[in-house]
Structures are given as structure tokens and as C-alpha cells.
């Protein structure tokens, strides 16, 4: 069964500073990865998806992501981070063509 | 905008009431799904469906019924409601195929007192 595992539960950067959140995953055929934003009392929002095209993946609000299919992770970074990337992100794994498996999310907060 | 809506929004419930929460969609997506989403278990599936009448569970169905009689239209029943079922929950469509994306609602707050 595929299933993803996000590392840290909590991560906190400072303004302009490196966002980088991990993702790994398992999955027994080729996966399509995605990443989901969820801001305060509000529904989940795609970040971006990888669907075996390129490996490097670009989103929205200057994310991006790069599947590395030899270690199994699907990380997202974002360059300069600011004070509106706060929020829950999740990232999850098709399972077949009817869901998705979600990891616990990881909430970012950004420092000023 | 996936032109999902839920509802209710908000509500409190009694221990061992029923409730059902509605949730609508305008883009004749195929499938749809009921999430919850408590605090260091991330998003969980409790049911999913795949056609008008066509529906499965997920990994947390215990305790909760689905409803599809029409496309638009999904229904999340808890029978009897309990406090461990104090929770958000979200609906979620998605149109056919594995690489394609779900799309969430704004999610519905239930507390059971």
C-alpha cells in the first residue's frame, strides 16, 4: 500500500530564509505526488503534483519540488520564505486512481 | 474555486444524536470523499464515492454512512454521534484518473458535548 511520511511536525524559518519540508514516500508502482497548503480554517489548496513528467515540479507562491525516485522523496522548497507561507502542508500519494493518502502535515511558521 | 460547498459549516451536537452533514458540487466530478482531520493524525478517509449509489469505505468508516443519490451530492451520517467523533471534516471531489487532483471543501466543524 502506498503511504507517505512527512519529517517534522513542526518547522520554523525565518523571513527570506530556505523553506524546505520533506516528503517521503512508498509507493509499489510509480507515484503521483502531491503537495497541498492549508492556511487557518480553511479547506486544503494544491501547492503542486508530480504525475511523471518532469522531476522538477513548479507551484504556486514560488514552490516547487523534486521527485528523486532513488530516495523515494518528494521534498518542497521555496527560496526566500515569507511572512504568508504560514500555514499546514500536507503531502500525499495516489492510491490507484481513486485516492489519496495524506501524510500528518507539517506547520510552518515564519519569523520575522 | 471547485465550486464545493458544505454544510453546515458549524455545529454542536449531543452525544448520541445524529448528524448529517451535506456536501454540494457543481462541476460533475466523479468522485467525491469525506476527510476528517484531527491533530497529529493529519487527513483520514471515512468513505468515498465513485458513482451515483457507488461508495466504499475508507479507513475510518466506523461509526459513519455515506449517501450518494445524486451526482452533486454526497452525505456524511453519523448515527449516533459520539465525542471521539469531534472533529473538522472535509468533502473532496475529484474527476477520473490517478494523477488528476482532488479538490477540498471549506470543511465542517463538529463538536459532540
Known amino acids: 500500500a502506498q503511504s507517505v511520511t512527512q519529517l517534522g511536525s513542526h518547522v520554523s524559518v525565518s523571513e527570506g530564509a530556505l523553506v524546505l519540508l520533506r516528503c517521503n514516500y512508498s509507493s509499489s508502482v510509480p507515484p503521483y505526488l502531491f503537495w497541498y497548503v492549508q492556511y487557518p480554517n480553511q479547506g486544503l489548496q494544491l501547492l503542486l503534483k508530480?504525475?511523471?513528467?518532469?522531476?522538477l515540479v513548479k507551484g504556486i507562491n514560488g514552490f516547487e519540488a523534486e521527485f528523486k525516485k532513488s530516495e523515494t522523496s518528494f521534498h518542497l522548497t521555496k527560496p526566500s520564505a515569507h511572512m504568508s507561507d504560514a500555514a499546514e502542508y500536507f503531502c500525499a500519494v495516489s492510491q490507484g486512481a481513486q485516492k489519496l493518502v495524506f501524510g500528518q502535515g507539517t506547520r510552518l511558521t515564519i519569523n520575522p | 474555486d471547485a465550486g464545493i460547498t458544505q454544510s453546515p459549516r458549524h455545529k454542536v451536537t449531543e452525544t448520541g444524536t445524529p448528524v448529517t452533514l451535506r456536501c454540494h458540487q457543481t462541476e460533475n466530478h466523479r468522485y467525491m470523499y469525506w476527510y476528517r482531520q484531527d491533530p497529529g493524525h493529519g487527513l483520514r478517509l471515512i468513505h468515498y464515492?465513485?458513482?451515483?449509489?457507488?461508495?466504499d469505505k475508507g479507513e475510518v468508516s466506523d461509526g459513519y454512512s455515506v449517501s450518494r443519490s445524486k451526482t452533486e451530492d454526497f452525505l456524511l451520517t453519523l448515527e449516533s454521534a459520539t465525542s471521539s467523533q469531534t472533529s473538522v471534516y472535509f468533502c473532496a471531489t475529484k474527476q477520473g484518473g490517478a494523477g488528476n487532483t482532488i479538490y477540498f471543501g471549506e470543511g465542517s466543524w463538529l463538536t459532540v458535548v
Open positions: 508530480y504525475t511523471s513528467a518532469a522531476t
Open positions: 464515492s465513485y458513482g451515483v449509489k457507488d461508495t
